[in-house]
């Protein structure tokens, strides 16, 4: 088990996932996630240029039956044709349809992608795998992003994902301007615990005096101060804009449109903990059994020395699956 004092990046190698807290002084201050297969940011694969528009630079093609968008198409490249690509964005599901993943020509060898530990290496944090978390650490996080609603003094975070930016709404009692400052820290806080990223639209209350929009604007720079992004000043209505690089889809997006997958390995992580004698029993949605592989049960099982069993239970909600222990 993970100190409470410690500092760093903490990385947990889970069954379908790794998972990434950064701590502060004990407290979790950032988190992201990487989910084990498919195509991953940092990977050189070998794949087929399926189209290109004539004199354009980008196209589509395929490997391992997925599709892929292409930048950065050489001149000579043809439909057809074999071509390295470096993965550059993970493919990621949004409402009604998917953005397939990007990557560009690359002239280097093979690679896969790098695990999560070893992204993080190159970070100025110390990065330490760990068994577990710190108690309640990873529930807590996961619980804000399944939810999308994060409480703070004196309001509410509503964070929608959408397919064209990833929307932070703020609701409260307090007065416009003071309701606006109180959200700053919590909304610093969410964008890094939840690895927001992409274009994302911040909607404060209307304040209408201009040096009130300038307080609240040097109150989010100081907040996003070591969080590299670009950013809008306040408009007339309250709205920033924020846009910053994003290889992978958030803990919001993972949670919102991939709802059975993120449950099966949070389920996963629930059972892995168990210690009392017995077998062990997955009661779940049928939609999130699916979403467990039989790779990923034999993986619980060698982690834990037991059986594992599995029972559909249409009546449970897709989130909320059952870990226990019952008799051999």
């Given amino acids: ?92 599901s949004e409402a009604g349809r998917g953005k397939h993943a990007r990557a560009r020509p690359s002239g280097e060898a093979l690679r896969p992608a790098p695990a999560l ?76 615990l939840l690895d927001l990223g992409g274009s994302i639209g911040i909607d404060f209350p209307t304040l209408a005096s201009r040096a009130e929009r300038k307080t609240v604007d040097e109150a989010l720079a100081g907040a996003l101060g070591d969080w590299p992004h670009e950013r809008t000043a306040m408009n007339g209505f309250g709205f920033v804009q924020v846009v910053a690089r994003q290889a992978r889809p958030s803990l919001l997006h993972r949670a919102r449109y991939d709802a059975s997958a993120w ?26 059994l699916c979403a467990i592989s039989p790779s990923w049960i034999e993986e619980l099982a060698r982690r834990t020395g037991r059986e594992v069993r599995t029972e559909a239970r249409p009546d449970l909600a897709i989130r909320c699956g059952l870990a226990q222990v019952v008799p051999r």
């Fill in 117 to 192: 530990a070893e992204l993080l290496a190159h970070d100025d944090e110390p990065v330490a795998t760990v068994r577990r978390f710190s108690p309640d650490c990873w529930s807590d996080i996961a619980a804000d992003a399944s939810a999308g609603e994060i409480a703070f003094d004196g309001g509410t975070l509503v964070l929608g994902p959408t397919p064209g930016m990833t929307v932070i709404d703020i609701d409260g009692t307090l007065p416009p301007a003071k309701l606006a400052l109180a959200a700053v820290p919590a909304v610093a806080r969410a964008i890094r």
């Fill in 1 to 92: 088990m993970a100190e409470r004092a410690a500092t760093g990046w903490q990385v947990e190698r889970g069954i379908g996932e790794d998972r990434a807290v950064l701590f502060r002084h004990g407290e979790p201050v950032a988190a992201k996630i990487d989910w084990h297969g498919g195509l991953s940011p940092g990977a050189v694969i070998d794949a087929v240029l399926v189209s290109r528009a004539a004199g354009s630079r980008r196209g589509t093609a395929m490997a391992s039956g997925e599709e892929l968008l292409v930048e950065g198409l050489p001149r000579e490249a043809s439909e057809g044709a074999p071509i390295r690509l470096e993965i550059v964005r993970a493919a990621m």
């Fill in 263 to 288: 449950a099966a390995r949070f389920l996963l992580r629930q059972a892995e903990a168990l210690t009392d004698p017995g077998a062990i029993l997955l009661a779940a949605h049928p939609a999130t």
